[in-house]
Protein backbone atom coordinates (compact mmCIF):
# COMPACT_ATOMS: atom_id res chain seq x y z
CA UNK A 1 0.00 0.00 0.00
CA UNK A 2 2.76 2.06 0.89
CA UNK A 3 4.13 1.43 -2.41
CA UNK A 4 1.37 1.67 -4.32
CA UNK A 5 1.30 5.80 -2.81
CA UNK A 6 4.52 6.27 -3.51
CA UNK A 7 3.78 5.50 -6.92
CA UNK A 8 0.97 7.80 -7.00
CA UNK A 9 2.57 10.94 -5.35
CA UNK A 10 5.36 10.75 -7.99
CA UNK A 11 3.08 10.89 -10.97
CA UNK A 12 1.28 13.53 -9.73
CA UNK A 13 4.49 15.56 -9.41
CA UNK A 14 5.36 14.94 -12.74
CA UNK A 15 1.98 15.33 -14.17
CA UNK A 16 2.00 19.42 -14.11
CA UNK A 17 5.49 19.37 -16.34
CA UNK A 18 4.03 17.14 -18.84
CA UNK A 19 1.69 19.30 -20.78
CA UNK A 20 4.75 21.34 -22.19
CA UNK A 21 5.47 18.55 -24.71
CA UNK A 22 2.37 16.57 -25.09
CA UNK A 23 0.26 19.76 -25.74
CA UNK A 24 2.16 21.70 -27.88
CA UNK A 25 0.50 21.30 -31.58
CA UNK A 26 -0.75 24.23 -33.26
CA UNK A 27 -3.50 24.16 -35.61
CA UNK A 28 -4.13 26.77 -38.52
CA UNK A 29 -6.42 28.51 -38.97
CA UNK A 30 -8.93 27.40 -36.39
CA UNK A 31 -12.37 27.44 -38.52
CA UNK A 32 -12.26 26.68 -41.94
CA UNK A 33 -15.34 27.29 -44.65
CA UNK A 34 -16.12 24.81 -47.73
CA UNK A 35 -18.09 25.48 -50.91
CA UNK A 36 -20.53 22.46 -51.30
CA UNK A 37 -18.75 21.90 -55.26
CA UNK A 38 -15.86 23.06 -57.07
CA UNK A 39 -12.61 24.22 -56.48
CA UNK A 40 -14.25 26.07 -52.99
CA UNK A 41 -14.83 22.31 -51.76
CA UNK A 42 -10.88 21.64 -51.30
CA UNK A 43 -9.22 23.28 -47.68
CA UNK A 44 -5.72 23.03 -45.55
CA UNK A 45 -4.95 23.38 -41.82
CA UNK A 46 -1.61 23.57 -40.78
CA UNK A 47 -0.36 21.64 -38.08
CA UNK A 48 2.82 22.05 -36.28
CA UNK A 49 4.73 20.54 -33.72
CA UNK A 50 6.05 23.09 -31.14
CA UNK A 51 7.15 20.42 -29.02
CA UNK A 52 11.02 19.16 -28.26
CA UNK A 53 9.97 15.86 -28.87
CA UNK A 54 8.62 13.72 -32.21
CA UNK A 55 4.81 13.91 -32.07
CA UNK A 56 2.57 11.64 -34.14
CA UNK A 57 -1.20 12.48 -34.85
CA UNK A 58 -3.97 10.89 -36.14
CA UNK A 59 -6.82 13.54 -37.94
CA UNK A 60 -10.81 12.54 -38.63
CA UNK A 61 -14.02 14.25 -38.98
CA UNK A 62 -16.59 14.48 -37.41
CA UNK A 63 -20.18 15.85 -37.21
CA UNK A 64 -21.32 18.86 -34.74
CA UNK A 65 -24.38 18.53 -32.77
CA UNK A 66 -25.07 20.73 -30.09
CA UNK A 67 -28.22 20.38 -27.72
CA UNK A 68 -30.55 22.52 -25.99
CA UNK A 69 -28.00 23.29 -23.13
CA UNK A 70 -25.18 23.90 -25.71
CA UNK A 71 -23.41 20.30 -24.98
CA UNK A 72 -21.68 19.34 -28.19
CA UNK A 73 -21.17 15.77 -29.05
CA UNK A 74 -19.24 14.84 -32.31
CA UNK A 75 -19.98 11.26 -34.10
CA UNK A 76 -17.99 9.83 -36.66
CA UNK A 77 -18.59 11.23 -40.65
CA UNK A 78 -18.69 8.07 -42.57
CA UNK A 79 -18.63 9.79 -45.69
CA UNK A 80 -18.64 13.04 -47.23
CA UNK A 81 -14.72 13.73 -46.87
CA UNK A 82 -11.30 13.45 -48.25
CA UNK A 83 -8.71 14.01 -45.82
CA UNK A 84 -5.12 13.47 -46.55
CA UNK A 85 -3.48 12.56 -44.69
CA UNK A 86 -5.36 10.81 -41.88
CA UNK A 87 -1.50 10.29 -40.10
CA UNK A 88 1.19 12.09 -39.53
CA UNK A 89 4.79 12.20 -37.25
CA UNK A 90 6.04 15.27 -36.86
CA UNK A 91 9.58 16.00 -35.73
CA UNK A 92 9.98 18.82 -33.72
CA UNK A 93 9.41 22.40 -35.04
CA UNK A 94 8.01 20.11 -38.36
CA UNK A 95 4.96 21.57 -40.05
CA UNK A 96 2.36 19.55 -42.13
CA UNK A 97 -0.53 20.92 -44.19
CA UNK A 98 -3.65 18.62 -44.32
CA UNK A 99 -6.23 18.76 -46.88
CA UNK A 100 -9.68 18.50 -46.50
CA UNK A 101 -11.95 18.09 -49.43
CA UNK A 102 -16.02 17.60 -49.23
CA UNK A 103 -17.20 15.06 -51.64
CA UNK A 104 -20.95 14.66 -50.38
CA UNK A 105 -23.76 16.73 -50.87
CA UNK A 106 -23.42 19.56 -53.67
CA UNK A 107 -26.68 21.48 -52.69
CA UNK A 108 -27.35 21.07 -49.24
CA UNK A 109 -30.27 22.84 -48.04
CA UNK A 110 -28.36 24.85 -45.00
CA UNK A 111 -24.96 25.27 -43.51
CA UNK A 112 -22.96 21.73 -42.29
CA UNK A 113 -20.87 22.12 -39.17
CA UNK A 114 -18.26 19.40 -38.74
CA UNK A 115 -15.06 19.27 -36.64
CA UNK A 116 -11.53 18.28 -37.77
CA UNK A 117 -10.55 16.14 -35.11
CA UNK A 118 -6.51 16.29 -34.41
CA UNK A 119 -5.71 13.87 -31.82
CA UNK A 120 -1.80 13.21 -30.31
CA UNK A 121 -1.38 9.52 -30.21
CA UNK A 122 -0.35 8.18 -26.17
CA UNK A 123 1.93 9.00 -24.76
CA UNK A 124 3.77 6.53 -21.94
CA UNK A 125 5.44 8.15 -18.90
CA UNK A 126 6.89 5.35 -16.28
CA UNK A 127 7.39 6.77 -12.88
CA UNK A 128 9.34 4.57 -10.54
CA UNK A 129 9.67 4.41 -6.93
CA UNK A 130 13.08 3.51 -5.62
CA UNK A 131 11.84 0.01 -4.61
CA UNK A 132 11.39 -0.47 -8.42
CA UNK A 133 8.01 -0.86 -8.90
CA UNK A 134 6.30 1.63 -12.11
CA UNK A 135 3.32 2.90 -13.03
CA UNK A 136 2.25 3.56 -16.55
CA UNK A 137 -0.01 7.37 -17.83
CA UNK A 138 -1.12 7.12 -21.23
CA UNK A 139 -1.95 10.56 -22.28
CA UNK A 140 -3.26 11.95 -25.37
CA UNK A 141 -4.15 15.43 -26.68
CA UNK A 142 -7.57 16.44 -28.55
CA UNK A 143 -7.55 19.44 -30.42
CA UNK A 144 -10.78 20.98 -32.55
CA UNK A 145 -11.43 22.37 -35.67
CA UNK A 146 -14.53 24.30 -37.25
CA UNK A 147 -15.82 22.83 -40.78
CA UNK A 148 -18.72 24.26 -42.52
CA UNK A 149 -19.77 23.72 -45.57
CA UNK A 150 -21.79 26.39 -46.73
CA UNK A 151 -24.66 26.83 -49.27
CA UNK A 152 -24.16 30.21 -51.52
CA UNK A 153 -25.95 32.51 -50.28
CA UNK A 154 -26.73 31.13 -46.53
CA UNK A 155 -27.69 33.12 -43.86
CA UNK A 156 -28.33 33.32 -40.07
CA UNK A 157 -31.81 34.39 -39.09
CA UNK A 158 -31.84 34.55 -34.67
CA UNK A 159 -35.49 35.42 -32.80
CA UNK A 160 -35.97 34.76 -29.36
CA UNK A 161 -38.53 31.97 -29.08
CA UNK A 162 -38.86 32.11 -25.22
CA UNK A 163 -38.39 35.04 -22.52
CA UNK A 164 -39.00 34.30 -18.89
CA UNK A 165 -37.79 34.56 -15.33
CA UNK A 166 -36.53 32.49 -12.92
CA UNK A 167 -35.55 32.05 -9.20
CA UNK A 168 -31.88 30.87 -9.11
CA UNK A 169 -30.23 28.45 -6.45
CA UNK A 170 -29.34 31.87 -4.67
CA UNK A 171 -32.80 32.90 -4.73
CA UNK A 172 -31.88 35.77 -6.84
CA UNK A 173 -34.14 35.81 -10.12
CA UNK A 174 -32.28 35.39 -13.50
CA UNK A 175 -33.27 35.96 -17.24
CA UNK A 176 -34.14 32.81 -19.37
CA UNK A 177 -33.85 33.23 -22.85
CA UNK A 178 -34.75 30.48 -25.62
CA UNK A 179 -33.06 31.40 -28.82
CA UNK A 180 -33.72 29.82 -32.66
CA UNK A 181 -31.75 30.10 -35.71
CA UNK A 182 -34.35 29.89 -38.12
CA UNK A 183 -31.41 30.97 -40.69
CA UNK A 184 -29.39 28.23 -43.19
CA UNK A 185 -26.35 29.83 -41.44
CA UNK A 186 -24.64 29.52 -38.17
CA UNK A 187 -24.75 32.81 -35.89
CA UNK A 188 -21.69 34.12 -33.72
CA UNK A 189 -22.41 35.82 -30.54
CA UNK A 190 -19.84 38.08 -30.93
CA UNK A 191 -21.21 41.28 -30.19
CA UNK A 192 -25.09 41.17 -29.38
CA UNK A 193 -27.57 43.41 -28.45
CA UNK A 194 -30.97 41.96 -26.14
CA UNK A 195 -33.34 44.42 -25.67
CA UNK A 196 -35.85 43.56 -22.98
CA UNK A 197 -38.70 44.96 -21.35
CA UNK A 198 -42.08 44.23 -19.28
CA UNK A 199 -44.10 45.33 -22.11
CA UNK A 200 -44.13 44.23 -25.98
CA UNK A 201 -41.10 45.79 -27.63
CA UNK A 202 -41.58 47.69 -31.04
CA UNK A 203 -44.85 49.51 -32.70
CA UNK A 204 -46.94 47.78 -29.71
CA UNK A 205 -44.98 48.92 -27.11
CA UNK A 206 -47.04 51.29 -25.32
CA UNK A 207 -44.88 53.28 -23.40
CA UNK A 208 -42.95 50.55 -21.99
CA UNK A 209 -39.44 51.27 -20.93
CA UNK A 210 -36.62 49.16 -23.16
CA UNK A 211 -33.73 48.27 -21.67
CA UNK A 212 -30.52 47.54 -24.36
CA UNK A 213 -28.08 44.77 -22.59
CA UNK A 214 -24.92 43.81 -24.35
CA UNK A 215 -21.70 43.13 -23.49
CA UNK A 216 -21.01 42.49 -19.89
CA UNK A 217 -24.44 42.06 -19.10
CA UNK A 218 -24.94 39.21 -21.36
CA UNK A 219 -22.35 36.73 -19.93
CA UNK A 220 -23.26 33.60 -20.40
CA UNK A 221 -24.76 34.39 -24.18
CA UNK A 222 -21.88 36.16 -25.61
CA UNK A 223 -19.52 34.52 -27.73
CA UNK A 224 -21.51 31.53 -28.09
CA UNK A 225 -22.46 29.76 -31.29
CA UNK A 226 -26.08 28.88 -32.56
CA UNK A 227 -25.80 26.26 -35.79
CA UNK A 228 -28.10 26.50 -38.63
CA UNK A 229 -31.36 25.58 -37.15
CA UNK A 230 -30.76 24.98 -33.87
CA UNK A 231 -32.58 26.13 -30.54
CA UNK A 232 -30.52 27.15 -27.22
CA UNK A 233 -31.66 27.96 -24.23
CA UNK A 234 -29.50 30.65 -21.89
CA UNK A 235 -29.93 31.54 -18.40
CA UNK A 236 -28.40 35.32 -17.36
CA UNK A 237 -28.54 37.48 -14.73
CA UNK A 238 -31.47 39.65 -14.41
CA UNK A 239 -31.47 42.94 -15.52
CA UNK A 240 -30.74 45.10 -12.77
CA UNK A 241 -33.60 48.23 -13.94
CA UNK A 242 -35.72 45.87 -14.61
CA UNK A 243 -38.74 44.65 -12.40
CA UNK A 244 -38.49 40.31 -11.73
CA UNK A 245 -42.15 39.22 -13.58
CA UNK A 246 -43.17 39.02 -17.14
CA UNK A 247 -40.47 39.96 -19.88
CA UNK A 248 -40.55 40.61 -23.40
CA UNK A 249 -36.95 40.14 -25.21
CA UNK A 250 -35.47 40.54 -28.83
CA UNK A 251 -32.05 40.28 -29.95
CA UNK A 252 -29.72 41.80 -32.70
CA UNK A 253 -26.83 39.26 -33.23
CA UNK A 254 -24.98 41.84 -35.26
CA UNK A 255 -26.10 44.54 -32.88
CA UNK A 256 -27.74 46.66 -35.36
CA UNK A 257 -28.43 50.30 -34.01
Known amino acids: MRTSAWCLLTLLLLLPWVPR???ALTISPIRLDLAPSGRGATGTFLIRNKAAVRVAVELSMARRISDVDGKETNPPVEEGFLLYPQQVVLDPGEARRVRVS???DRNPRQELPFRLICEQLPVDLVAT???GVGAHVRLMMRYLASVYVVPKGARHAVVVDEAHSEVGPDGAPRLVLVLDNLG?????MRNPVVRVSSG????????????ALEGPDLRG?????????QR???VLPWPAAL???KVHAEIDVEKKR
Open 102 to 104: WVG
Open 221 to 229: LLGENLLAG
Open 184 to 188: NRHAL
Open 129 to 131: STE
Open 21 to 23: DAG
Open 232 to 234: RKF
Open 243 to 245: APG
Open 200 to 211: PIGKEAGGAAVL
